[in-house]
């Protein structure tokens, strides 16, 4: 999944309707020897979580949303650094009067752990060696990542969000909470995800894994300060940013036609697909770790919300409710992968909507058909804010 970024000479006309400037924030915990305990019964600490929030908590601190960002993505979901040339990954959905309005709600965003963007990961030091972890780290799930977030929310002094909400790993996220702290939500908002990944969802992943590790600059993990296994994440990319657009949305973006007019060398990118593909992995080397690549992926494809049971039974005594959103040109994370979640809330009693919205681009689409999902949403949340949490 790629940010929509935008990038521009006048800011001031950018950040109209905008959170603006916004900043990152540090939070640590699970100081030794109070440690977080993973799900593998490892332990790590201190732990840092990057976080950005947007909007003001109200008194009764009963208007927070959380917002989970997908593989690549961070807490600058909106808004602008003062040093940065890009908006927050979903600025289209936060904001004033937007689909998480921020003069309504409190909006937090956290940076997962294993990941790079500024929370505790694999390029993190370790303070036992003070090395980077590299391949030290412990390996991470996704009911990790949301057990590091209940210690922000706690910190935030929340006792209950108004709602969670992301898309793809953002709405395994979403799922984790409801089913480990369903007293701690009102309700949830999942996007073009899974309650787990399939055997091709899993076979791109290796992938993309397999690249990184074939590259001599890899180095078993520890390339921190010597050198970066570029080429191997920049094809990780590549395969990844196929999956997230559908054949149409190429074919209206590239169709076959050649950038250059002259001939090029022997297999050089003379297709715009081609060097569309070479710039998004090039661009994504500058910005992301290759281990926490291969850590979150991993996280990925070992979630499994059902464990080994039927899914409805994860399901039971739940009270949230839910708005569940697919997208019909979303092949790696199909609508029928979501019809499963819907089902399952339909069996054990939960108060469930679910929207399959038209669209042509393909997964990426959560982070693009923002019109539809503004007014979904915001009728949704209005909907729990104003009348359903006080029942």
Same mark, same amino acid.
């Given at each position: 999944?790629?940010?929509?970024? #935008?990038k521009f000479?006048n800011k ?9 400037? #916004?900043?990152?924030e ?5 100081e030794?020897?109070? *440690?977080?305990v993973l799900?593998s019964g490892e !332990?790590?600490?201190?732990?840092t979580?990057?976080? =950005?929030?947007y909007g003001k908590?109200n008194e009764?601190k009963? &208007? ?5 960002h997908?593989l690549?993505g961070?807490?600058?979901a909106?808004?602008? %650094? =003062?040093d ?9 959905m ?5 689909a ?7 909006v937090?965003?956290?940076?997962v752990?294993?990941?790079?963007k500024?929370?505790?990961?694999p ?10 972890y590299?391949?030290?780290f ?5 009911k990790?990542?949301?057990n590091?977030?209940? %210690?922000?929310?706690?910190y935030?002094g929340?006792?209950k969000?108004l ?7 953002g709405?395994?996220?979403?799922l984790q909470?409801?089913?480990?702290y369903?007293d701690r939500?009102?309700s ?5 995800t899974?309650?787990? %990944? ?6 791109f992943? *290796?992938?993309?894994r397999q690249?990184i ?5 890899w ?6 300060g010597?050198s ?5 994440l920049?094809?990780?990319r ?14 209206e973006?590239?169709g076959r036609?050649?950038k250059?007019k002259k001939p090029?060398?022997?297999?050089e990118p003379?297709f *715009?697909? =081609?060097g ?9 080397v500058?910005?992301?770790?290759? &281990?926490?690549?291969?850590y979150?992926?991993?996280?990925l494809d +070992?979630?499994d919300?059902t ?8 399901f039971k005594?739940?009270k ?8 019909k040109s979303?092949?790696? +994370?199909?609508s029928?992968?979501?019809k499963e979640i819907?089902?399952? /809330? ?6 469930a #909507?679910? /929207?399959e919205?038209?669209?042509t ?5 959560f982070?693009l =058909?923002?019109?539809q *999902?503004?007014h979904?949403? !915001?009728?949704?949340?209005e909907?729990?804010f104003?009348g359903?949490r006080?029942?």
């Open positions: 999944m790629d940010k929509k970024t #935008t000479q001031d006309s950018v950040l109209k309707g905008s959170v603006c400037y #916004t900043r990152t540090y939070f640590t915990f699970a030794p020897p109070n *440690e977080l799900d !332990k790590l600490g201190p732990i979580l990057a976080y =950005e929030t908590l009764d009963s &208007n927070a949303i959380l917002v989970e997908a690549s961070d807490a600058h909106a808004g602008l %650094h =003062e940065d040339k890009e908006l927050g990954w979903w600025d289209s936060i904001g004033p009067g937007k998480f309005d921020t003069d309504k709600y409190f937090i965003c956290s940076n752990i294993g990941g790079c500024g929370s505790t990961g390029s993190s030091i370790n303070p036992k060696t003070q090395k980077h590299g391949l030290d412990p390996i991470i799930t996704i990790d990542m949301v590091a977030q209940k %210690h922000l929310v706690d935030l929340i006792n969000l709602s969670v909400s992301g898309g793809s790993m709405g395994m996220q979403v909470w409801l089913v480990s369903p939500i009102f949830a908002i999942p996007l073009a899974s309650v787990k %990944h399939s055997p091709q969802q899993i076979a992943s *290796e992938v993309g690249a590790m074939a590259d001599p600059d180095k078993d993990g520890n390339y921190y010597v970066i296994p570029a080429r191997g920049s094809v990780a590549m395969i990844g940013h196929i999956t997230y657009m559908s054949g149409m949305s190429m074919a973006k590239f036609r050649s250059e090029v060398l022997k297999f003379d *715009e697909v =081609e569309y593909l070479r710039y998004r992995g090039d661009k994504f500058k910005r992301f770790d290759a &281990n926490s690549y291969l979150i992926t991993k996280a +070992y979630f919300l464990g080994g049971k039927e899914l409805y039974e994860a005594g739940i949230a409710k839910l708005l569940i959103l697919a997208f979303d092949w790696l +994370y199909p029928s992968q979501s819907v089902k399952a /809330c339909k069996l054990a009693g939960i108060d #909507t679910y /929207c919205i038209n669209s681009y393909g997964h990426d689409a982070l =058909e923002v019109e *999902e503004t979904l949403i !915001k009728h949704f949340l909907r729990i104003s359903d006080l029942k």
